[in-house]
């Protein structure tokens, strides 16, 4: 069975700081591009970060150079760095596994962020 676990969403103020980690069992997590989503109500789900098998990173532009993904394939986790962040940051966060035409989804983190 394919899981993949969030963990580290919160509350922070502004300007704040969050690390996401996901940890995932039950696929081959090396072979797969890594990713995270954001959502909020109302709004369709947006791609944020991504890191692929060589660990190439990608990100949405709102979060570059202040948001840093990375992957531990040892330890079948992916994180999210969240700096300096936003009100506009707020969503629930989730992660993400992909290879050709799988795709696996974790249960999503809650992320506020206010004063």
């Known amino acids: 069975q394919v899981r993949l676990v969030e963990s580290g969403g919160g509350l922070v103020q502004p300007g704040g700081s969050l690390r996401l980690s996901c940890e995932g069992s039950?696929?081959?997590?090396?072979?797969?591009?890594l990713n995270w989503y954001r959502q909020t109500p109302g709004k369709q789900r947006e791609q944020v970060a991504s890191v692929d098998v060589d660990g190439n990173t990608k990100y949405e532009d709102s979060v570059k150079g202040r948001f840093t993904i990375s992957r531990n394939n040892g330890k079948t986790t992916v994180s999210l760095q969240m700096n300096n962040l936003k009100p506009e940051d707020t969503a629930v966060y989730f992660c993400?596994?992909?290879?050709?035409?799988?795709?696996?989804w974790g249960q999503g983190t809650q992320v506020t962020v206010s004063s």
């Open positions: 993400n596994a992909a290879f050709n035409r799988l795709t696996y």
């Open positions: 039950g696929i081959l997590f090396r072979g797969f591009t």
